[in-house]
């Protein structure tokens, strides 16, 4: 369709169903620039896709989204990896092992590749990051192998006494079942107390923990451990229940397998095998339990992980990104991906230590990288971390990066992108926001002062399907989920930085729908106060869901082939195009953004056309107008109201429009493809106070010009 056709199509359809958009010029919500408002992410890639993606023909390509700052994302706190950001370092052990410290100084030779290690002393079969990779010790049938805590949460470091930070172990049976009786087979250093709990609730003792509580067995107190392999009777009767936990407070404080040449050998608690079950009439003991070395085994997890490996714990293939790269941070940075802007950039925490985040830092600083923010850790609310644990581990991190800059601003917790509050089992207190005791552990400690600002990622949806309908959720999700952290007292002062987001929707990520999605959270969360949001991801990687039947189409602007190039761009390529370079001015200046209104709903009450006005550095307003009618044009007038009545656009208008009917996905797993597959129309109208304005089905349109009476 032409541009004069659209115009008049614009000017001239019945009036009489024409709604309204009122934008209220008098109600300011924020103040951003663009650049580093609209931001995107780099992820881990396959090993072999690195060198790929960073081409400068590549990068070229990227960098026509128009996006700004870059999020860099650490991926392997989530799959229980040790990170070698430098893969040049020295070990606590000279033979190769123990405890890893990346180089600070940097040399001649820049790093392109960065890989994690599989962490030897796992307790978890799956979490929030490993749902297919891996396995935990706890239950893998070999005696030779051991769990063990994170010795960074134990008294020598914490300072704080152990009872304070417990640690423990969870046995998911995965339905309920009789339980009476548990094997601990225990290795160096052992608790000296713990109890041995059932779950009672109708919830998920790891996803539900409100839905239920912990009860210690009438006989699952010990306070005088001993190690070895004791089988302990738990009941006289069996009790039904699915989940089975060891909560341990006071340890042997003896050496593990590794010897006692450095002391974060010598804390914490490590466990060989567990074994859950009954002791029938005769005596004899009855598991429950699945013990092999791979997904099979039945489901443990575990409170924290020791850091410990060696160099033989290399964990590359090709074409995984769990197995992948964490590309090299000089090649990151003397890219041009990042277009000279400071990027956010993390350190691994949940499975670090405080000198291998120092010397990163170090590192980064004497190259002279920008650098505006330091995310510390990834997801530890998906990594079951209790937030007294996250918090003794930020502190600690926090210590160390300031003594390598005293200016650095650190934040976190780097949410899972959940839309609720996240819930943590009741402390003592009967306390379970898990924000909140985070914050609390700050305050307490008088430490606050070291969370410059509070990031979360936003994955609204969930499951290989995603329904229109879902769209009509945003922007509340958003805008809930921010008012949530505010709630959980988060101090005003406190900046809000989504670092990573995307619509987790399958093939719906790339249809149209991914697009409206795109543009109506990221202007929401503008709208909601936040500072910055940003893209996941920049890099084309498109792999197929492992959970999706005929997905390819999740988290990315662009489809490759079989050799990582760019082949075709995605509707979110488009929307992205869309916010950066027409509805906000491509400019290093202010952007006022403002409220807007809607009384366009369908018969359920849904808002089926949502605004964002934005006053740019021209002078000129743009107006971003989301159709969310996936089959029906809305017809509507548009005006501006302050103190001195309602004025209106006039004069020549920039419109341009992305949707449907432009945009058509057909997937077809890696094959998958647009079509039609066209650029949005842009045209230009007049526009005066009578002027109706016809936005088409399911469609993103943006408004721009000068406002009159």
């Given at each position: ?114 890989y994690g290690y599989s962490l030897p ?195 590359v293939a090709p074409d995984r990104m ?333 419109m341009i429009t992305y949707g449907k ?49």
């Amino acid at each position: 369709m032409n541009g004069l056709f659209l115009g008049l199509i614009l000017l001239f359809p019945p009036a009489s169903s024409a709604q309204t958009i009122t934008v209220d010029t008098h109600h300011l919500v924020n103040t951003f620039r663009p650049r580093f408002a609209l931001g995107s992410t780099v992820d881990r890639v396959p090993s072999n896709a690195t060198d790929v993606f960073f081409r400068p023909d590549q990068i070229k390509q990227i960098l026509t989204a128009g996006w700004g700052v870059i999020s860099y994302r650490q991926n392997t706190d989530l799959f229980v990896q040790a990170w070698h950001w430098n893969p040049k370092g020295k070990w606590s052990d000279p033979a190769g092992k123990g405890y890893f410290v990346g180089d600070a100084t940097p040399t001649k030779e820049q790093i392109r590749h960065s890989y994690g290690y599989s962490l030897p002393h796992r307790g978890f079969t799956r979490n929030g990051g490993t749902e297919f990779d891996g396995f935990s010790r706890l239950d893998d049938g070999d005696l030779e192998t051991y769990w063990k805590s994170n010795p960074y949460l134990s008294k020598a470091f914490t300072g704080e006494d152990d009872s304070l930070h417990p640690q423990w172990v969870v046995i998911d049976l995965e339905k309920a079942a009789n339980v009476n009786a548990i094997r601990i087979a225990w290795a160096e250093p052992f608790a000296q107390s713990y109890e041995v709990q059932y779950w009672i609730g109708d919830g998920d003792a790891m996803d539900e923990p409100l839905k239920g509580q912990w009860k210690t067995f009438p006989f699952g107190t010990v306070t005088d451990g001993k190690g070895g392999t004791p089988t302990l009777r738990l009941d006289s009767a069996p009790v039904n229940t699915r989940f089975v936990r060891v909560l341990m407070t006071a340890s042997s404080n003896t050496c593990d397998s590794h010897g006692a040449g450095d002391r974060r050998n010598c804390v914490g608690y490590a466990i060989r095998e567990l074994y859950a079950g009954t002791i029938d009439k005769s005596g004899q003991f009855v598991d429950l339990l699945h013990h092999s070395p791979d997904q099979k085994q039945s489901l443990t997890l575990c409170s924290s992980v020791d850091p410990w490996h060696q160099a033989s714990d290399l964990y590359v293939a090709p074409d995984r990104m769990e197995s992948g790269d964490q590309p090299g941070f000089d090649l990151f940075f003397t890219s041009g991906i990042t277009q000279d802007l400071p990027a956010i950039i993390p350190i691994a925490m949940l499975y670090s230590t405080p000198e291998d985040g120092a010397a990163q830092m170090a590192y980064l600083k004497k190259r002279g990288y920008p650098i505006s923010y330091i995310e510390m850790g990834e997801e530890p609310d998906g990594q079951y971390m209790l937030p007294e644990d996250y918090g003794a581990l930020y502190l600690q991190f926090a210590e160390a990066l300031h003594k390598v800059d005293q200016n650095f601003k650190l934040g976190g917790p780097v949410f899972e992108g959940v839309t609720e509050d996240i819930k943590a089992w009741p402390d003592s207190q009967g306390r379970t926001s898990w924000l909140g005791r985070f914050l609390d552990y700050l305050k307490t400690h008088g430490r606050l002062q070291d969370l410059t600002f509070m990031s979360f990622e936003h994955y609204p949806y969930d499951g290989c399907e995603t329904p229109w309908k879902n769209l009509y959720q945003e922007p509340q999700l958003i805008e809930h989920i921010m008012q949530v952290w505010r709630d959980d007292g988060l101090p005003p002062n406190i900046p809000l930085l989504d670092t990573e987001t995307n619509d987790h929707g399958g093939e719906a990520a790339v249809d149209i729908f991914g697009a409206l999605w795109l543009a109506d959270s990221f202007a929401g969360f503008l709208t909601a106060g936040g500072q910055s949001t940003h893209y996941y991801h920049d890099l084309p990687y498109s792999p197929p869901h492992p959970n999706c039947e005929n997905s390819w189409g999740t988290y990315h602007m662009f489809m490759v082939d079989d050799h990582y190039q760019i082949r075709q761009r995605t509707s979110q390529y488009y929307a992205a195009q869309l916010l950066t370079q027409q509805w906000a001015q491509p400019v290093d200046s202010d952007h006022r953004l403002f409220i807007a209104s809607s009384d366009i709903h369908d018969s359920e009450g849904h808002t089926l056309v949502t605004a964002y006005p934005l006053l740019r550095p021209d002078g000129q307003w743009s107006l971003l107008l989301i159709n969310k009618d996936h089959e029906h044009a809305q017809n509507l007038r548009i005006v501006f109201h302050d103190e001195g009545g309602n004025r209106h656009f006039v004069g020549s208008l920039s419109m341009i429009t992305y949707g449907k009917q432009q945009y058509q996905w057909h997937p077809a797993r890696k094959k998958g493809y647009a079509d039609p597959d066209k650029s949005p129309v842009s045209s230009s109208v007049k526009s005066a106070a009578d002027t109706v304005y016809t936005l088409p089905p399911a469609s993103l349109t943006i408004l721009r010009g000068k406002v009159g009476q």
